[in-house]
């Protein structure tokens, strides 16, 4: 049973426009959630991230919007760049920091056209 | 720099044969992760750590196991490889100060590992 979903296994985005990447989950006990980017051939690489107590956290041309209500949670790229294109994996946490156990999507590919 | 590394970055193996992966990181943290990664399933945890002398099993255990003596590495083994276990292998660490923002891992650059 998968308890992160990332419902799209690949998204195709013109330069300079605004990238959206959805993930939704199913269990309520999370409370942290991760944004994970991977090149080929490398390990995957810390985004961003948010708090359950939050809706929004913003760093840079990166934006991750929370939907507690909804059990979903978006990244937004703006403006996107070729650098950008990559697998983004979302990730998530339950009982704060005393597991450290991270549960992963499946993974969206996102192609930045020039 | 505190890095991850892993050794061998790739590795061909016959079914049955026993292989080690190894997972080597400077961070000085005591969690530490090994995960698969295969298409259609993301990233899957095998075994984990919070410290020396301490193991766990993960979502996908079986045929692996780990072993830490020290805070440094976590070397997995596939005691009789598979074709199954054809994959691309993932090390992690990460804090635990007991808080929810520690839970943030990094990552090593994968294995590749093919099993014939």
């Known amino acids: 049973d998968q308890q992160v979903k990332q419902n799209s296994p690949s998204l195709s985005v013109q330069e300079g426009r605004i990238s959206i990447l959805n993930c939704d989950y199913t269990?309520?006990?999370?409370?942290?959630f991760l944004w994970y980017k991977k090149y080929p051939a490398e390990g995957p690489t810390f985004l961003i991230s948010?708090?359950?107590?939050?809706d929004k956290n913003e760093d840079g041309r990166f934006t991750v919007f929370l939907n507690k209500s909804a059990k979903h949670l978006s990244l937004h790229i703006v403006p996107s760049q070729p650098g950008d294109s990559a697998v983004y994996f979302c990730?998530?946490?339950?009982?704060?920091?005393?597991?450290?156990?991270?549960?992963f999507g499946t993974g969206t590919l996102l192609a930045i056209q020039p | 720099d505190a890095e991850i590394t892993q050794s061998p970055r790739h590795k061909i193996t016959e079914t049955g044969r026993q292989v080690t992966l190894a997972c080597h990181q400077t961070?000085?943290?005591?969690?530490m992760f090994w995960y698969r990664q295969d298409l259609g399933h993301g990233l899957r945890l095998i075994h984990y750590s919070y410290g020396v002398q301490d193991t766990n099993k993960g979502e996908v255990s079986d045929g692996y196991s780990v072993s830490r003596s020290n805070t440094e590495d976590l070397p997995l083994t596939l005691e009789s490889a598979a074709s199954s276990q054809t994959s691309v292998y993932f090390c992690?660490?990460?804090?635990?100060?007991?808080?929810?923002?520690?839970?943030?891992?990094?990552f090593g650059p994968g294995t590749r590992l093919t099993v014939l």
């Open positions: 992690a660490s990460s804090e635990s100060s007991g808080l929810a923002d520690t839970d943030t891992q990094y």
């Open positions: 990730a998530a946490s339950d009982n704060g920091g005393a597991t450290n156990k991270l549960i």
């Open positions: 269990n309520s006990m999370f409370d942290y």
């Open positions: 961070w000085n943290h005591n969690n």
């Open positions: 948010i708090s359950s107590i939050k």
